[in-house]
């Protein structure tokens, strides 16, 4: 099956090129299969309390050591900085979970329900960044897969709303087809939507968004201070922790602590 599939870690032209044909990418093998397991683990322990059903849970970073080192990861990391440049934050992380036989979700894009994003220009600006980790084989359709409409990102019009309204499908849908441990980085904008999961065991996948500077973050209203206090000097800085500068966000606001 056809994948907009990259190597991990630098930004190339040809990832560029991809990225904003498509409005997605894909590195495969970016965890191991015993790194993606502990993830599985540790998002089993967030979701312990829960009803099962569909849903997600923020901050999931502060507790749990093994989804803390995504936040920055090698292979991910200079994506997004090659998108946004040196200069932008961590607006939230998602632990989601589908459970077992659990249906196709509703279409949508990433953005803001108070605001919509299209309405800021055309084509609908890069103002959040998902990278998310697969922590379960995906590699056929119905394990509870990512489905994007390729381009998407640059229609000058919605997705009709009798389609949206019966979660029905369309015949550009684009089934994310990908083994464990890879990751999917896609635009706000791209139309999505989560795919069936006809498997038994639950679906977790790790979602780690990146934004400009001034966007407020939506899984927390303040950082922890005990993990600001025990985290590195550059997932500090993906808080948004930084001294705010002469004017907001203008000249005294010092980039990423890239090495």
Known sequence: MLN???APGAFTELD??????????????VLTTAEAEECYDASARLHAARD?????L???????????RLIDHPAVLPKVRGLFGDRFVLQSSWNTMQPAHGGTG?????????YDFGRLGYPVPLIQLRASFLLTDQTRPGTGNMELIPGSHRSTVPLPADIRAARGDTPIGH??????GSVLVFHNGV???????????????????YSPPWVRPA??????????????????ALMGEFERPDAPYGAGYDPLPFD
Request: glycine residues 10%; aromatic residues 14%.
């Open 4 to 6: 907009p599939e990259v």
């Open 16 to 29: 560029r090129f991809v990225f904003e044909s498509w409005g997605y990418l894909v590195i495969p093998d």
């Open 52 to 56: 099962k059903e569909f849903g997600q």
């Open 58 to 68: 923020g901050r999931g970073y502060e507790t749990e050591p093994s989804l803390e």
């Open 106 to 114: 509703g279409w949508h894009q990433d953005g803001s329900g108070a």
């Open 175 to 180: 089934v994310i087809c990908a083994p464990i």
């Open 191 to 209: 139309w999505h939507r989560t795919y069936r999961h006809d498997g038994d065991r639950d679906r977790y996948t790790a979602h780690y968004v």
């Open 219 to 236: 899984d927390r209203l303040t950082n922890s201070a005990d993990f600001l206090e025990r985290t590195t000097p550059m997932r500090r």
